[in-house]
């Protein structure tokens, strides 16, 4: 068994594992953007959270749905 709980053959682990990276690339855009003062690089990085946000619950669905 791998961090995650699952064979490293099982899709759920690299599920997992995307999942906890593309939610910290979420935090990280949510984070710039309320650093900048630039609308449209704070319209840039909000909307790249929000797309990672719903790719992040896609992943998440998968893993604990699907298998």
Partial sequence: MSIT????DDPRHHAAITQQMVSNLAKHARSTASDLDCPRAQELFSTTEQIL??????????EHRYH
């Fill in 5 to 8: 709980g699952y064979p490293e």
């Fill in 53 to 62: 946000t719903g790719l992040g619950r896609a992943l998440s669905d998968y």
